[in-house]
């Protein structure tokens, strides 16, 4: 779990802790959470580390508005092998039902590195809780399956 956001500390980042919780509950494992700035060799480098460490799937916390801070989505996405490009489609449609014509504004999104699943998500709360929950806890061991084959 990696947030990325020059206004959360530790102490108030809400959306990395919930998803690492949501997906601990979905019986996944989480072995590491971060927080960096919005830089982009600071989230290159964090990511780097987590590849290099063996990490089967990266999901990042923040980053994927319209801001020029956020660089999450600019930083990551040259990097994937392959796009997922279902999953920004999917969370802005099931976003939109909850906030309306606003998500479109989002820029979450997935794509395959290697063989790891990186995924790119808003770093609010409810959207947060949206992704995990509705999209990458459900499909995740299957995903990793696919992945290793």
Do not use: N, W, Y
Not at 47 to 66: Q, W
Not at 73 to 89: C, I, K, N, Q, Y
Not at 126 to 132: E, F, Y
């Amino acid at each position: 779990m990696l947030t990325c956001s020059d206004s959360r500390t530790a102490a108030t980042d809400e959306g990395g802790p919930l998803a690492a919780r949501l997906l601990e509950d979905a019986g996944h494992t989480v072995t590491h959470r971060s927080l960096v700035k919005d830089e982009p060799q600071a989230i290159l480098a964090v990511l780097d580390e987590a590849l290099g460490a063996g990490a089967r799937a990266v999901i990042f916390t923040g980053g994927t508005g319209l801001s020029s801070r956020d660089v999450t989505v600019d930083a990551v996405a040259p990097r994937f092998t392959r796009t997922l490009d279902g999953f920004g489609e999917l969370f802005r449609s099931l976003s939109f039902a909850q906030v309306g014509p606003v998500a479109f504004a989002s820029r979450a999104t997935a794509g395959v590195i290697g063989r790891s699943l990186v995924f790119v998500l808003p770093g609010a709360p409810g959207a947060v809780k949206l992704a995990v929950e509705r999209l990458i806890a459900p499909a995740l061991s299957h995903l990793v399956h696919e992945l290793s084959r």
